[in-house]
């Protein structure tokens, strides 16, 4: 079953925002981190940001200071949202949780940033 639902995604112009969202269904227990990873095309898949079940978060040097990371524990939710998006940053983006031994892995939404 899926476990892990992106949403929020689209086509937006350089020096625009989206927030895209992640949902983790309940079933997945303990989840140590949340995080965002991402896929260009024709690219391999890169890693965005990641936030602990303490709050902690870390960004690839790429995204600081446009993107932000947070999430909400009552909903199971987290939150990628994506300023001054420039056209580099289109791609496939994939939620990611963490529950030690197992990795899952949403289906992925699009983003598209026109030039």
């Known amino acids: 079953q899926v476990q892990l639902v992106e949403s929020g995604g689209g086509l937006v112009q350089a020096g625009g925002s989206l927030r895209i969202s992640c949902t983790a269904n309940?079933?997945?227990?303990?989840?140590?981190?949340l995080g965002w990873y991402r896929q260009p095309p024709g690219k391999q898949r890169e890693f965005v940001a990641t936030i602990t079940s303490g709050g902690s978060t870390h960004y690839a040097d790429f995204v600081k200071g446009r993107f932000t990371i947070s999430r909400d524990n009552a909903k199971n939710t987290v939150y990628l949202q994506m300023n001054s998006l420039k056209p580099e940053d289109t791609g496939v983006y994939y939620c990611?949780?963490?529950?030690?031994?197992?990795?899952?892995w949403g289906q992925g939404t699009q983003v598209t940033v026109s030039s």
């Open positions: 309940r079933s997945i227990l303990n989840i140590n981190a």
């Open positions: 990611n949780a963490k529950a030690l031994p197992k990795d899952y």
